[in-house]
C-alpha cells in the first residue's frame, strides 16, 4: 500500500461528500421530518444543511491558513504533539462508531425487507467484509468506487419518481403559506443528523489533489445532497400526505410498495439492490479516514501497517455493531451520533480556529514541517 | 506471505464460512402460496375471533379453501400449519377479502398485519364480501377449483375499467383510513346464479376504518364520479322530443372531475364538474337521424347530463344527510388552503353542517361509430 | 570445519554460475576449419537436424568451406542456389588465389553471395547461437571469423481468417505464428514511417524473438519506458506462447480479469496503436498484446466501428447486458426461486413452482450441477476437433438436458437459464473475458444462494470494488466508468459517431492528442 494511492480528485471529492452522507438515514427523513414540520417539510430540509454548509466553509477557511493542510500536522502544530494526537483519536472513535452504527442500521433493514430469518451478525459480517475488502485497497480506489455508487443513487432517484407519477398528489404539499416556525425548526434537527458525513472532510482535505478546488467541490457535493433529500422527502409525501407518513417506519420504502405495476412491481427490491453498495459506502469514507488518521498519528509505515489496521477496524466494527438489541435500540444510537456529528463537524473547527486565533502570529510564519 | 494475501485468504475462508447456513432459503415447491385471503368474524359473539382463509392455486394440488379459527390472524397462521406445513407464503397475496360483519365492526386491527408485512406488496386489493368471505372462498373454490382465484382478482383488479365500481388497493385504504378529512371506499361482492358466480354488487362506503353504509350498483355510478375516480363504462339514455320518446341508447363514457372551493366566512362553497367523455355505441331508434346532425348529438349530451346530474345531487343528499362524512374525497381541497385551521374539524360534521356543494356535469360525445 | 564450509558456499557459487545455457569459456574461434569443426562437433552431433556440407570454392582443394544450417528452418531454394550454387561455382578466381584472410571474408562478402542479410563473427557463442536461431553459417578455413546468413524460412502459415475473432466486415487476415509475417501485415495496414519496431528476444533457452511495436509520435515515452522496463525484467528459460509474457508483465496478475488484451486481427491492432498503446508480438503466437488494456476494451469488438452507428450501439449495449447476465442470471434465478418469490410474476411463479415439484434438490444445488455440467460441455467442446466438437456438444447439450428434466434431477426452468447464461457468456468478444465471467458467476451464485438478492448485491459490489482497483500500466482499468470521464464515454457503453471522436482516449497516456479536425 503505496501513500500515493491515497490521492483523490477533486471530482471524486464530491462523490464522496455526497456518499458518506446519504445511506439509510434518508429511507426513515420524511418521517421524521413531516411529523415535526408536517408540509414544510421541505424547508426544514434546507435549514438542516446550513450547519453542513457551515461546517464545509469552517474546514475549509481553517485549512487554507495552512501550508501543509493536514488534520494531523495541524492538529499537532496548534495543540502540542500529545493534545492534538488525543483530539485525533477522539475523531477517530467517533468515525468508527459512527459507521458502526451505519451498518448495524442497513443490517436492519436489509433483515426486515430481504433476509427475517438470517442472523444479524452474518449480515453485518458480510457488510464488513466488504466494506473492509475496499477500504484495503486505498483511498484511490474508494474515491472511484465513490463514483460509480454515485450514479446508482441517480437510479434510486429515477426509482422513486415512479410512485409519485402514479399516487402522487400536489395537494399534500399545500399550503405553502402558514408556516411553523417552530416546526419547521424542530424538523430541521433530524434532518441535520442525516447530513451527517460532511465531516469527513476533516480528513480528506489533505487527500485531495488540487486543494483550490476542495471548497467548491464540497459545497457542490453537499448541494447535490440537499437535493435528494429535498426530492426524497417531497415524493414520500406528496404519496402519503402528512397524517399516513407518520405511521410508516421508512416511508421511502414504502412507497415503493404503493404502485399498481406489472411484473416489476415489486420496485423496493430493485432499490435495495442498488442500494446494496449505498449501505456500506458511508463505512467505506469514514473508515477509510478512520485507518488513514490513525497510521498518521502514529507516524506508522503504511506500506506494512496499512492492511492490518484496516482489518482490526473491521472486528471492531463488527463488535459495536453488534452491540444494539434491537433495531430502536440501534436508531437511537444513530439519533446520539447525530448529535456527535454536530459536534466534530462544527465544535472541531471552531475549536481548532480558536487555537489558532489565540497562537495566532506564531503559526503563520512558522514554515511547515514538510516543506 | 504479504498482508494483502492474508486478507484475501481471510476473506475466502470467512466467506466459505458463511455459506455453510442458506438461512432464508425456501424452495418455492415447499411454499403454500396464497392469491386470496378472506377474514370474517365468526357467527359466536367473540369479535376478535377471526377466520383465515386462502385460496392457494395448483402448486398443492387443486385450489384448496380452509377456515381457521384463531384469535388473532397470525395466530391462525400457525394454526393453519397444523395440518398444512408447507410455508405459508403471504408473498404472493393479490386480494384481501373481509366479511361485511367485520367490516362494520372496523377494519383497523385486521389490515395492519397486512401493512406491517414487508412482504406483502401495497397494491393488494380489498373488497367487502356480503355474507362471510370464508364462504364466498368456499363456494367459488367448489365451483372453478382451478381458476376461481384467478378469476376473482382480475374480476376486483379491472372493476374499473369495465364497470362504475373502483379497485381499491392497500394502499389506497390506509391512507383514507389514517389521512384527515378522507374516507376509504371499498367494492362489494356477493354470489349471485344460486351462489356459484361472484358479482361486484357496489360499494361499502367507510368512515375512517369501520363500514357504515353500501351503496348498490347505480349508485356507485355517482360515487365514482364524484369521487373522481377514473371508470369507463356504459351508461344507457333516453332522448324526448316533444315530450314523447324519440330515442334510446347507450354510450361508453369516462369520467373526470374538477373541483373548485370557495370560502363564504364559516361556510364552504364546492363546485364540482363532471366531465364526461366518449363514444355514442349504440341506437334504438327506428327514426333515422341525418348524418351531421349535431342537434341530435346535443340533444344526447343533454340527457346524459341532466341524468347524471339528477343522480349525484341525490347522492350528495344521501351523503350530508344520512352518510354526515365525505366520501367523495372533496376536503382535501379545503385542506390544501385552511390546513392548520380546518385539520381538526374536518372529521366532525363538515361535510353536513358547513359545506354546500354544486355539480356541473359535462358530457362530450366525440364519436358517433361507423354508423350516422 | 571452516573449509568445508568454504568449500559448500563456493560450490554453491560454482553451481550458480553455470547457467543452462552458457557456453564453454573459450570464446574465440580456430582459423584452422577443423579445429572449429571440432569445438562444434558435440552440439552438431547431438542433434541430427543440423547439417554440415563441406564443400570447395570454385572446385579447389586448397579453399576448404563449410556450411552449417539447421534442416527445415532454412529456405533450402535460397541456400542451395543462392549460396552454395554460387559459392562453388562462381567465385572469383583471384580470390581464391591469395590473399590475406580478412581480405578473402569480404572478397567472398562482395562477389559471390546474392544475399542480402549477412554478417561477420568471431565468437564461438554467437556463432553457436545463431546456429541454433536457424541461420546459416558458412566457416571457411584459415579464416578466423565465420559468415552468418539469415535465410530462414521454413514452413510458415499464410494470413487465414482469424479463428476465434471473426467480423462480418473487417479484413479477413489474421495473425501467423512467423513474426516476421505478422509485423509486415501491420506494416500494410500502417504505413506511417513514425512506427516504430523494436526487436529483442525473451527466454534463456528458447531465445523466442519479440518485438514492441509503436507509433513513435503518439506513444507516451513514459508508458513506453514502463513495458519495456517490465519486458527487460523477465528472466525466464522460455516461453511457449504470448500469454507467458502478458503474466509476466501484468500489474496484477492475481485478479481475475484479463490486464492485457490480445487481438489476432491486425486491423484490430493498428486502431489500438494509433490510440497510443504499445503492441507486443512474438514469435510462435498467432495473438499481439496490446498494452495498456481496459475493461472496455474487452466489450469492444471490430463490427463497432465498422458497422453504422445505430445498430453498431445496439449491439455493443446488449453485449454489456450480456456480460451482466452471463455473471448475474444463475444467481439471480436462485435469489428469486429460493428468496424473493414476491418479485416472480404469479403466473409465471407457479409453472415455476409446479416444474420443480418432483426434483430433489434445493435450488442452488440445482444450479451448480447444471453449471457444472455446461461448464464441462465447454470444456469438452474445446478440446475436440471443430467438426466432432460441435456435434458432440449439440447431442451432450440436447440429450443431457432432456434427460435430465425427464428424470427429475433438473427443471425446464434451469435448463433455459443455464442455456441463456451460457449464449450471453460466449457473446463476449474477448476470450479471456468469457474465461473470467464464468468464474465470477459460480462466485455470485455461492453469494446468492446464501444471501438471496442482498448477497448479489453485495457481490456486484466487490466486483466493481475490484475493478476499480485495477491498473493497467498505470492506466486506471475501469476507466470511463471509474475514474468516470465524461469525454470517454462517447466509446464505452455507446460509441459516438466516429465523426466527433476529435480526440484520442484521456485514459491512455498519449502525445498529438488530435485525431482529425473537427468536420463540419
Same mark, same amino acid.
Given at each position: 500500500?503505496?501513500?500515493?494511492?491515497?490521492?483523490?480528485?477533486?471530482?471524486?471529492l464530491?462523490?464522496?461528500i455526497?456518499?458518506?452522507?446519504?445511506?439509510?438515514?434518508?429511507?426513515?427523513?420524511?418521517?421524521?421530518?413531516?411529523?415535526?414540520?408536517?408540509?414544510?417539510?421541505?424547508?426544514?430540509?434546507?435549514?438542516?444543511?446550513?450547519p453542513s454548509f457551515l461546517a464545509i466553509a469552517l474546514i475549509c477557511y481553517l485549512y487554507s491558513r495552512f501550508?501543509?493542510p493536514d488534520f494531523?500536522?495541524v492538529s499537532?502544530?496548534?495543540?502540542?504533539?500529545?493534545?492534538?494526537?488525543?483530539?485525533?483519536?477522539?475523531f477517530?472513535?467517533?468515525?468508527?462508531?459512527?459507521?458502526?452504527?451505519?451498518?448495524?442500521?442497513?443490517?436492519?433493514?436489509?433483515?426486515?425487507?430481504?433476509?427475517?430469518?438470517?442472523?444479524?451478525?452474518?449480515?453485518?459480517?458480510?457488510?464488513?467484509?466488504?466494506?473492509?475488502?475496499?477500504?484495503?485497497?486505498?483511498?484511490?480506489?474508494?474515491?472511484?468506487?465513490?463514483?460509480?455508487?454515485?450514479?446508482?443513487?441517480?437510479?434510486?432517484?429515477?426509482?422513486?419518481?415512479?410512485?409519485?407519477?402514479?399516487?402522487?398528489?400536489?395537494?399534500?404539499?399545500?399550503?405553502?403559506?402558514?408556516?411553523?416556525?417552530?416546526?419547521?425548526?424542530?424538523?430541521?434537527?433530524?434532518?441535520?443528523?442525516?447530513?451527517?458525513g460532511v465531516e469527513v472532510l476533516i480528513v480528506f482535505y489533505a487527500l485531495t489533489?488540487?486543494r483550490?478546488?476542495v471548497f467548491k467541490a464540497a459545497i457542490?457535493g453537499q448541494?447535490?445532497?440537499?437535493?435528494?433529500?429535498?426530492?426524497?422527502?417531497?415524493?414520500?409525501?406528496?404519496?402519503?400526505?402528512?397524517?399516513?407518513?407518520? &405511521?410508516?417506519?421508512?416511508?421511502?420504502?414504502?412507497?415503493?410498495?404503493?404502485?399498481?405495476?406489472?411484473?416489476?412491481?415489486?420496485?423496493?427490491?430493485?432499490?435495495?439492490?442498488?442500494?446494496?453498495?449505498?449501505?456500506?459506502?458511508? &463505512?467505506?469514507?469514514?473508515?477509510?479516514a478512520?485507518?488513514?488518521?490513525?497510521?498518521?498519528?502514529?507516524?506508522?509505515?503504511?506500506?506494512?501497517?496499512?492492511?492490518?489496521?484496516?482489518?482490526?477496524?473491521?472486528?471492531?466494527?463488527?463488535?459495536?455493531?453488534?452491540?444494539?438489541?434491537?433495531?430502536?435500540?440501534?436508531?437511537?444510537?444513530?439519533?446520539?451520533?447525530?448529535?456527535?456529528?454536530?459536534?466534530i463537524a462544527l465544535g472541531y473547527p471552531l475549536l481548532y480556529h480558536?487555537?489558532s486565533?489565540?497562537?495566532?502570529?506564531?503559526?503563520?510564519?512558522?514554515?511547515?514541517?514538510?516543506? | 506471505?504479504?498482508?494483502?494475501?492474508?486478507?484475501?485468504?481471510?476473506?475466502?475462508?470467512?466467506?466459505?464460512?458463511?455459506?455453510?447456513?442458506?438461512?432464508?432459503?425456501?424452495?418455492?415447491?415447499?411454499?403454500?402460496?396464497?392469491?386470496?385471503?378472506?377474514?370474517?368474524?365468526?357467527?359466536?359473539?367473540?369479535?376478535?375471533?377471526?377466520?383465515?382463509?386462502?385460496?392457494?392455486?395448483?402448486?398443492?394440488?387443486?385450489?384448496?379453501?380452509?377456515?381457521?379459527? *384463531?384469535?388473532?390472524?397470525?395466530?391462525?397462521?400457525?394454526?393453519?400449519?397444523?395440518?398444512?406445513?408447507?410455508?405459508?407464503?403471504?408473498?404472493?397475496?393479490?386480494?384481501?377479502?373481509?366479511?361485511?360483519?367485520?367490516?362494520?365492526?372496523?377494519? @383497523?386491527?385486521?389490515?395492519?398485519?397486512?401493512?406491517?408485512?414487508?412482504?406483502?406488496?401495497?397494491?393488494?386489493?380489498?373488497?367487502?364480501?356480503?355474507?362471510?368471505?370464508?364462504?364466498?372462498?368456499?363456494?367459488?373454490?367448489?365451483?372453478?377449483?382451478?381458476?376461481?382465484?384467478?378469476?376473482?382478482?382480475?374480476?376486483?383488479?379491472?372493476?374499473?375499467?369495465?364497470?362504475?365500481?373502483?379497485?381499491?388497493?392497500?394502499?389506497?385504504? *390506509?391512507?383514507?383510513?389514517?389521512?384527515?378529512? @378522507?374516507?376509504?371506499?371499498?367494492?362489494?361482492?356477493?354470489?349471485?346464479?344460486?351462489?356459484?358466480?361472484? !358479482?361486484?354488487?357496489?360499494?361499502?362506503?367507510?368512515?375512517?376504518?369501520?363500514?357504515?353504509? @353500501?351503496?348498490?350498483?347505480?349508485?356507485?355510478?355517482?360515487?365514482?364520479?364524484?369521487?373522481?375516480?377514473?371508470?369507463? *363504462?356504459?351508461?344507457?339514455?333516453?332522448?324526448?322530443?316533444?315530450? !314523447?320518446?324519440?330515442?334510446?341508447?347507450?354510450?361508453?363514457?369516462?369520467?373526470?372531475?374538477?373541483?373548485?372551493?370557495?370560502?363564504?366566512?364559516?361556510?364552504?362553497?364546492?363546485?364540482?364538474?363532471?366531465?364526461?367523455?366518449?363514444?355514442?355505441?349504440?341506437?334504438?331508434?327506428?327514426?333515422?337521424?341525418?348524418?351531421?346532425?349535431?342537434?341530435?348529438?346535443?340533444?344526447?349530451?343533454?340527457?346524459?347530463?341532466?341524468?347524471?346530474?339528477?343522480?349525484?345531487?341525490?347522492?350528495?343528499?344521501?351523503?350530508?344527510?344520512?352518510?354526515?362524512?365525505?366520501?367523495?374525497?372533496?376536503?382535501?381541497?379545503?385542506?390544501?388552503?385552511?390546513?392548520?385551521?380546518?385539520?381538526?374539524?374536518?372529521?366532525?360534521?363538515?361535510?353536513? !353542517?358547513?359545506?354546500?356543494?354544486?355539480?356541473?356535469?359535462?358530457?362530450?360525445?366525440?364519436?358517433?361509430? !361507423?354508423?350516422? | 570445519?571452516?573449509?568445508?564450509?568454504?568449500?559448500?558456499?563456493?560450490?554453491?557459487?560454482?553451481?550458480?554460475?553455470?547457467?543452462?545455457?552458457?557456453?564453454?569459456?573459450?570464446?574465440?574461434?580456430?582459423?584452422?576449419?577443423?579445429?572449429?569443426?571440432?569445438?562444434? $562437433?558435440?552440439?552438431?552431433?547431438?542433434?541430427?537436424?543440423?547439417?554440415?556440407?563441406?564443400?570447395?570454392?570454385?572446385?579447389?582443394?586448397?579453399?576448404?568451406?563449410? /556450411?552449417?544450417?539447421?534442416?527445415?528452418?532454412?529456405?533450402?531454394?535460397?541456400?542451395?542456389? $543462392?549460396?552454395?550454387?554460387?559459392?562453388?561455382?562462381?567465385?572469383?578466381?583471384?580470390?581464391?588465389?591469395?590473399?590475406?584472410?580478412?581480405?578473402?571474408?569480404?572478397?567472398?562478402?562482395?562477389?559471390?553471395?546474392?544475399?542480402?542479410?549477412?554478417?561477420?563473427?568471431?565468437?564461438?557463442?554467437?556463432?553457436?547461437?545463431?546456429?541454433?536461431?536457424?541461420?546459416?553459417?558458412?566457416?571457411?578455413?584459415?579464416?578466423?571469423?565465420?559468415?552468418?546468413?539469415?535465410?530462414?524460412?521454413?514452413?510458415?502459415?499464410?494470413?487465414?481468417?482469424?479463428?476465434?475473432?471473426?467480423?462480418?466486415?473487417?479484413?479477413?487476415?489474421?495473425?501467423?505464428?512467423?513474426?516476421?509475417?505478422?509485423?509486415?501485415?501491420?506494416?500494410?495496414?500502417?504505413?506511417?514511417?513514425?512506427?516504430? %519496431?523494436?526487436?529483442?528476444?525473451?527466454?534463456?533457452?528458447?531465445?523466442?524473438?519479440?518485438?514492441?511495436?509503436?507509433?513513435?509520435?503518439?506513444?507516451?515515452?513514459?508508458?513506453?519506458?514502463?513495458?519495456?522496463?517490465?519486458?527487460?525484467?523477465?528472466?525466464?528459460?522460455?516461453?511457449?506462447?504470448?500469454?507467458?509474457?502478458?503474466?509476466?508483465?501484468?500489474?496484477?496478475?492475481?485478479? %481475475?480479469?484479463?490486464?492485457?488484451?490480445?487481438?489476432?486481427?491486425?486491423?484490430?491492432?493498428?486502431?489500438?496503436?494509433?490510440?497510443?498503446?504499445?503492441?507486443?508480438?512474438?514469435?510462435?503466437?498467432?495473438?499481439?498484446?496490446?498494452?495498456?488494456?481496459?475493461?472496455?476494451?474487452?466489450?469492444?469488438?471490430?463490427?463497432?466501428?465498422?458497422?453504422?452507428? %445505430?445498430?453498431?450501439?445496439?449491439?455493443?449495449?446488449?453485449?454489456?447486458?450480456?456480460?451482466?447476465?452471463?455473471?448475474?442470471?444463475?444467481?439471480?434465478?436462485?435469489?428469486?426461486?429460493?428468496?424473493?418469490?414476491?418479485?416472480?410474476?404469479?403466473?409465471?411463479? %407457479?409453472?415455476?413452482?409446479?416444474?420443480?415439484?418432483?426434483?430433489?434438490?434445493?435450488?442452488?444445488?440445482?444450479?451448480?450441477?447444471?453449471?457444472?455440467?455446461?461448464?464441462?460441455?465447454?470444456?469438452?467442446?474445446?478440446?475436440?476437433?471443430?467438426?466432432? +466438437?460441435?456435434?458432440? +456438444?449439440?447431442?451432450?447439450?440436447?440429450? /443431457?438436458?432432456?434427460?435430465?428434466?425427464?428424470?427429475?434431477?433438473?427443471?425446464?426452468?434451469?435448463?433455459?437459464?443455464?442455456?441463456?447464461?451460457?449464449?450471453?457468456?460466449?457473446?463476449?468478444?474477448?476470450?479471456?473475458?468469457?474465461?473470467?465471467?464464468?468464474?465470477?458467476?459460480?462466485?455470485?451464485?455461492?453469494?446468492?444462494?446464501?444471501?438471496?438478492?442482498?448477497?448479489?448485491?453485495?457481490?456486484?459490489?466487490?466486483?466493481?470494488?475490484?475493478?476499480?482497483?485495477?491498473?493497467?500500466?498505470?492506466?486506471?482499468?475501469?476507466?470511463?466508468?471509474?475514474?468516470?470521464?465524461?469525454?470517454?464515454?462517447?466509446?464505452?457503453?455507446?460509441?459516438?459517431?466516429?465523426?466527433?471522436?476529435?480526440?484520442?482516449?484521456?485514459?491512455?497516456?498519449?502525445?498529438?492528442?488530435?485525431?482529425?479536425?473537427?468536420?463540419?
Amino acid at each position: 500500500m503505496d501513500h500515493s494511492r491515497f490521492h483523490i480528485t477533486s471530482k471524486q471529492l464530491i462523490f464522496i461528500i455526497i456518499g458518506t452522507q446519504i445511506s439509510a438515514g434518508v429511507l426513515s427523513l420524511p418521517r421524521l421530518v413531516a411529523g415535526e414540520a408536517a408540509q414544510h417539510a421541505w424547508i426544514s430540509v434546507l435549514v438542516g444543511a446550513v450547519p453542513s454548509f457551515l461546517a464545509i466553509a469552517l474546514i475549509c477557511y481553517l485549512y487554507s491558513r495552512f501550508n501543509d493542510p493536514d488534520f494531523v500536522n495541524v492538529s499537532k502544530r496548534l495543540f502540542g504533539r500529545y493534545l492534538g494526537s488525543t483530539l485525533m483519536l477522539v475523531f477517530i472513535t467517533y468515525a468508527v462508531y459512527f459507521e458502526s452504527i451505519a451498518v448495524r442500521v442497513f443490517a436492519e433493514i436489509t433483515s426486515v425487507y430481504m433476509l427475517p430469518t438470517t442472523p444479524k451478525w452474518a449480515i453485518v459480517l458480510i457488510l464488513i467484509i466488504a466494506a473492509v475488502y475496499a477500504i484495503s485497497l486505498g483511498g484511490q480506489v474508494i474515491g472511484r468506487i465513490n463514483e460509480i455508487l454515485f450514479y446508482l443513487i441517480l437510479f434510486d432517484l429515477v426509482i422513486i419518481s415512479i410512485p409519485v407519477l402514479t399516487d402522487g398528489e400536489i395537494l399534500n404539499l399545500y399550503p405553502l403559506t402558514e408556516i411553523d416556525y417552530l416546526g419547521v425548526l424542530k424538523g430541521a434537527i433530524p434532518t441535520s443528523f442525516a447530513y451527517s458525513g460532511v465531516e469527513v472532510l476533516i480528513v480528506f482535505y489533505a487527500l485531495t489533489g488540487r486543494r483550490d478546488e476542495v471548497f467548491k467541490a464540497a459545497i457542490i457535493g453537499q448541494t447535490i445532497v440537499v437535493v435528494v433529500y429535498l426530492l426524497a422527502v417531497l415524493a414520500a409525501l406528496s404519496v402519503f400526505g402528512i397524517d399516513s407518513i407518520a &405511521t410508516i417506519f421508512w416511508p421511502i420504502l414504502t412507497l415503493l410498495k404503493v404502485p399498481d405495476l406489472t411484473v416489476i412491481e415489486r420496485l423496493e427490491f430493485f432499490f435495495l439492490v442498488l442500494l446494496g453498495g449505498l449501505g456500506v459506502r458511508p &463505512t467505506l469514507n469514514l473508515g477509510l479516514a478512520a485507518s488513514y488518521s490513525f497510521l498518521r498519528v502514529f507516524d506508522l509505515d503504511f506500506k506494512k501497517y496499512y492492511v492490518p489496521v484496516v482489518i482490526i477496524l473491521g472486528v471492531i466494527m463488527f463488535i459495536i455493531a453488534m452491540q444494539p438489541e434491537n433495531i430502536l435500540e440501534a436508531y437511537s444510537r444513530a439519533y446520539y451520533g447525530g448529535y456527535a456529528f454536530w459536534a466534530i463537524a462544527l465544535g472541531y473547527p471552531l475549536l481548532y480556529h480558536l487555537a489558532s486565533l489565540i497562537r495566532e502570529g506564531g503559526i503563520k510564519n512558522e514554515p511547515s514541517e514538510s516543506a | 506471505m504479504n498482508h494483502r494475501k492474508v486478507l484475501k485468504l481471510g476473506v475466502y475462508i470467512t466467506l466459505l464460512f458463511l455459506l455453510s447456513g442458506c438461512w432464508d432459503a425456501t424452495d418455492v415447491d415447499e411454499l403454500a402460496i396464497v392469491m386470496v385471503a378472506g377474514y370474517d368474524t365468526p357467527m359466536s359473539v367473540v369479535d376478535t375471533d377471526l377466520h383465515v382463509s386462502a385460496l392457494t392455486d395448483a402448486t398443492i394440488g387443486p385450489g384448496e379453501v380452509r377456515g381457521v379459527d *384463531a384469535p388473532s390472524i397470525g395466530a391462525s397462521r400457525t394454526s393453519r400449519n397444523y395440518s398444512t406445513p408447507r410455508d405459508y407464503a403471504l408473498t404472493q397475496l393479490q386480494l384481501a377479502l373481509y366479511g361485511e360483519e367485520l367490516a362494520r365492526q372496523g377494519l @383497523k386491527n385486521y389490515v395492519d398485519i397486512l401493512l406491517r408485512e414487508p412482504a406483502i406488496k401495497n397494491s393488494v386489493y380489498l373488497a367487502i364480501v356480503e355474507g362471510k368471505a370464508v364462504d364466498f372462498l368456499q363456494s367459488i373454490n367448489e365451483n372453478e377449483p382451478k381458476m376461481g382465484g384467478q378469476n376473482l382478482i382480475t374480476l376486483v383488479e379491472l372493476a374499473p375499467d369495465q364497470s362504475y365500481i373502483p379497485a381499491t388497493t392497500l394502499y389506497d385504504f *390506509a391512507l383514507d383510513m389514517t389521512s384527515r378529512g @378522507k374516507n376509504p371506499v371499498i367494492p362489494m361482492l356477493r354470489l349471485i346464479h344460486g351462489e356459484k358466480v361472484p !358479482e361486484l354488487s357496489g360499494i361499502a362506503i367507510f368512515k375512517k376504518d369501520t363500514m357504515i353504509d @353500501k351503496v348498490g350498483q347505480l349508485e356507485s355510478r355517482w360515487l365514482m364520479m364524484l369521487r373522481g375516480l377514473q371508470a369507463r *363504462a356504459y351508461i344507457p339514455f333516453t332522448v324526448y322530443r316533444d315530450g !314523447e320518446v324519440f330515442d334510446r341508447g347507450s354510450v361508453l363514457l369516462s369520467n373526470d372531475r374538477k373541483v373548485k372551493v370557495v370560502r363564504n366566512g364559516n361556510e364552504f362553497d364546492f363546485y364540482i364538474t363532471i366531465f364526461l367523455e366518449g363514444t355514442l355505441t349504440e341506437r334504438l331508434s327506428q327514426q333515422p337521424v341525418f348524418f351531421g346532425d349535431r342537434h341530435y348529438i346535443k340533444e344526447v349530451e343533454q340527457a346524459i347530463a341532466s341524468n347524471t346530474k339528477t343522480g349525484v345531487e341525490q347522492f350528495i343528499r344521501y351523503m350530508q344527510e344520512d352518510l354526515q362524512i365525505d366520501c367523495i374525497d372533496i376536503s382535501k381541497y379545503a385542506l390544501a388552503k385552511w390546513r392548520k385551521e380546518l385539520q381538526d374539524q374536518i372529521d366532525h360534521d363538515f361535510i353536513n !353542517e358547513r359545506v354546500n356543494i354544486h355539480v356541473d356535469v359535462k358530457v362530450t360525445i366525440k364519436n358517433v361509430g !361507423e354508423l350516422g | 570445519m571452516l573449509p568445508s564450509f568454504i568449500k559448500r558456499i563456493l560450490g554453491r557459487k560454482k553451481q550458480t554460475a553455470a547457467k543452462p545455457g552458457s557456453f564453454p569459456d573459450d570464446d574465440k574461434l580456430s582459423p584452422h576449419l577443423n579445429e572449429k569443426m571440432i569445438k562444434l $562437433q558435440p552440439y552438431v552431433d547431438r542433434n541430427r537436424d543440423i547439417k554440415a556440407r563441406p564443400f570447395f570454392a570454385k572446385g579447389d582443394p586448397r579453399r576448404k568451406l563449410t /556450411l552449417l544450417y539447421m534442416e527445415g528452418r532454412v529456405n533450402q531454394d535460397i541456400l542451395y542456389e $543462392q549460396l552454395l550454387k554460387s559459392l562453388m561455382l562462381y567465385s572469383d578466381e583471384d580470390l581464391i588465389q591469395g590473399g590475406s584472410a580478412e581480405h578473402l571474408i569480404d572478397r567472398l562478402y562482395q562477389t559471390s553471395i546474392s544475399i542480402g542479410q549477412v554478417r561477420k563473427s568471431d565468437s564461438f557463442s554467437d556463432t553457436l547461437q545463431s546456429l541454433f536461431e536457424g541461420y546459416v553459417i558458412l566457416l571457411i578455413d584459415r579464416v578466423k571469423d565465420v559468415l552468418i546468413f539469415d535465410i530462414r524460412g521454413g514452413e510458415h502459415r499464410s494470413p487465414e481468417e482469424p479463428p476465434i475473432e471473426r467480423t462480418l466486415r473487417g479484413s479477413r487476415e489474421g495473425f501467423v505464428e512467423d513474426i516476421i509475417v505478422n509485423i509486415a501485415l501491420i506494416r500494410k495496414r500502417l504505413s506511417d514511417p513514425n512506427l516504430v %519496431i523494436e526487436k529483442s528476444t525473451i527466454g534463456r533457452r528458447t531465445k523466442t524473438d519479440i518485438a514492441i511495436l509503436y507509433i513513435d509520435d503518439i506513444a507516451d515515452p513514459e508508458l513506453l519506458a514502463n513495458i519495456k522496463d517490465k519486458i527487460e525484467q523477465i528472466d525466464v528459460d522460455g516461453i511457449a506462447a504470448i500469454g507467458y509474457i502478458e503474466q509476466f508483465i501484468e500489474d496484477n496478475p492475481r485478479s %481475475i480479469f484479463p490486464q492485457l488484451r490480445s487481438t489476432e486481427r491486425p486491423d484490430k491492432l493498428v486502431t489500438e496503436l494509433l490510440e497510443g498503446k504499445v503492441a507486443i508480438v512474438a514469435n510462435g503466437t498467432p495473438w499481439v498484446l496490446i498494452a495498456p488494456s481496459q475493461f472496455i476494451n474487452f466489450m469492444q469488438a471490430s463490427e463497432d466501428y465498422y458497422e453504422r452507428i %445505430i445498430v453498431a450501439n445496439f449491439s455493443r449495449l446488449f453485449r454489456f447486458f450480456a456480460f451482466f447476465l452471463a455473471i448475474s442470471l444463475p444467481g439471480l434465478y436462485i435469489s428469486l426461486l429460493s428468496f424473493h418469490q414476491e418479485l416472480v410474476p404469479f403466473q409465471l411463479f %407457479i409453472t415455476l413452482a409446479q416444474a420443480r415439484q418432483n426434483v430433489p434438490f434445493p435450488v442452488a444445488l440445482e444450479v451448480i450441477i447444471q453449471e457444472v455440467i455446461i461448464q464441462l460441455v465447454v470444456e469438452m467442446g474445446l478440446r475436440l476437433p471443430t467438426t466432432i +466438437g460441435q456435434t458432440v +456438444g449439440v447431442v451432450a447439450g440436447i440429450v /443431457l438436458g432432456q434427460a435430465a428434466i425427464s428424470a427429475n434431477l433438473a427443471s425446464p426452468g434451469i435448463i433455459i437459464v443455464i442455456v441463456i447464461t451460457t449464449i450471453c457468456t460466449f457473446s463476449m468478444p474477448n476470450y479471456s473475458m468469457v474465461l473470467a465471467v464464468r468464474v465470477l458467476r459460480l462466485f455470485m451464485i455461492l453469494l446468492t444462494s446464501a444471501f438471496g438478492l442482498f448477497g448479489f448485491s453485495i457481490g456486484w459490489f466487490l466486483i466493481l470494488v475490484h475493478l476499480a482497483s485495477l491498473d493497467s500500466f498505470g492506466v486506471p482499468y475501469f476507466a470511463p466508468f471509474a475514474p468516470t470521464r465524461y469525454a470517454e464515454i462517447k466509446d464505452s457503453l455507446i460509441r459516438a459517431p466516429l465523426k466527433t471522436m476529435n480526440k484520442r482516449p484521456a485514459s491512455i497516456p498519449h502525445q498529438d492528442n488530435i485525431r482529425q479536425e473537427r468536420i463540419k
